[in-house]
């Protein structure tokens, strides 16, 4: 590339990351609590008021247990917005959730095992991806609403785009859960592009045992943030240790993605078998 055109892309990037950063300013973000995973994200925490993709690995790409646990903890600790504009209304305070979904299998006592009152989601039920991804930009205009997730296979770039858009104006966060009917869908539409602020992927771990408690020990994953505007790719273990690239020590993940002590169930999973 010429030299004038390498300056040229150069001056760009850093406008695009002034814009982002401004964006991030305007909604704030929440932090995960660990520095490790916070120091990479934009503005330290995952953006207010934009729209987060979240997906499974293997099997769990199909029934997505694993974004909707990951998806329960974020929602957990998502307070009312600090500034709410004008679109958003003053009944953010009140914590409600719109959760889109095609197939009626959401399990409440598992959202509350990952630390997220089941009390609060609004569940509105669409048979194709493409009219769940219109709720979720009309919940995304409307007072009262804290949070909008949605679950589909399908993500056209427009309609992520506009969901993205949505966001920033009403200062709402948007969780788009990923849940692909077979393997071949699923590699097709992870390489596509998106108008996603991050892309994480969560993938099941053996478990670890835990000395002194009896079991099969407690269940671990591992969390990848596979896109980050304006920030790093990176990975993590949870709730056992992992290295931290340029750390002095070992960071625990556990505690950081529910509000409250991961209480004990039957199964990680919590998606209705069958």
């Known amino acids: 590339m010429p030299p004038a055109e390498s300056i040229l892309l150069t001056e760009l990037r850093e406008r695009i990351r002034r814009i982002e950063r401004l964006t991030t300013s305007v909604h704030g973000v929440l932090p995960f609590g660990i520095a ?10 995952l953006a207010r008021g934009a729209l987060h993709e979240i997906f499974g690995a293997g099997g769990d790409e199909e029934d997505g247990a694993l974004a909707a ?46 630390g997220f009152d089941p009390g ?15 709720v979720m930009e009309e919940g995304l205009r409307a007072p009262g609403i804290l949070a909008v997730v949605g679950e589909v296979g399908t993500l056209p770039t427009v309609a992520s785009r506009r969901l993205q858009l ?16 077979n393997g071949g869908q699923a590699a ?17 771990l053996p478990s670890r045992a835990t000395p002194g408690e009896p ?9 990848e943030l596979l896109r980050c505007r304006g920030g790093e790719q990176a990975s ?35 998606r209705r078998a069958g």
Request: aromatic share 6%; net charge positive.
């Open 215 to 223: 079991g099969v020990g407690r269940p671990r994953w591992r969390v």
């Open 69 to 114: 646990a990951f998806a329960a903890g974020i929602l957990g600790r998502l307070g009312p917005h600090p500034n709410p504009p004008s679109l958003a209304g003053e009944g953010m305070g009140d914590g409600l959730v719109l959760w889109c979904l095609a197939h009626p299998d959401l399990y409440g006592p598992g959202l509350a095992a990952h």
């Open 120 to 134: 609060r989601v609004v569940l509105v039920r669409a048979p194709r991806d493409a009219e769940i991804l219109w």
């Open 166 to 181: 949505a966001a920033e104006r009403s200062g709402i966060t948007a969780l788009l859960l990923r849940r692909w009917r």
């Open 236 to 270: 993590w273990e949870m709730p056992g240790e992992m290295e931290v690239p340029g750390a002095t020590d070992h960071v625990s993940l556990a505690a950081a993605l529910a509000d409250r002590p991961i209480a004990p169930v039957a199964s990680e999973r919590f």
């Open 188 to 204: 097709h539409e992870r390489s596509l592009p998106n108008a996603a602020a991050t892309r994480w992927r969560i993938t099941a």
């Open 36 to 45: 490790a995973i916070d120091r990479l994200l934009l503005g330290g925490g």
